[in-house]
């Protein structure tokens, strides 16, 4: 598992109903548009070393693709992030267990 910087709550559930939208189709979160869409397929084919890259500008995506692909129940994971209304406290973190 990559080391990530912890994204604001905002940015992990708007990624989380992005990498549902596309990794597990219709019904599942929202549409993220083309360029998220491919930055997830790409992230989900990325070796650590460029998912560390990746993860430097878009930390949210990456914690959530990281999330579905090693968690054995990120897809669980993330439809608890994509659920939960986005803080509107400035800088406050998350965490995968859902605190």
Do not use: W
Request: aromatic content about 4%.
């Amino acid at each position: 598992m990559v080391p990530l910087k912890l994204p604001d709550q905002a940015d992990v559930h708007e990624a989380a109903s992005a990498v549902l939208a596309v990794l597990m189709g219709p019904g599942e979160g929202k549409d993220p548009g083309g360029f998220t869409r491919d930055l997830i397929l790409l992230a989900c084919h990325a070796d650590p070393e460029n998912t560390g890259k990746l993860a430097l500008g878009f930390p949210a995506i990456i914690t959530a693709v990281d999330i579905y692909k090693n968690k054995h129940d990120g897809v669980e994971v993330l439809r608890r992030l994509a659920s939960k209304a986005p803080s509107t406290q400035p800088g406050e973190g998350f965490s995968p267990k859902g605190n």
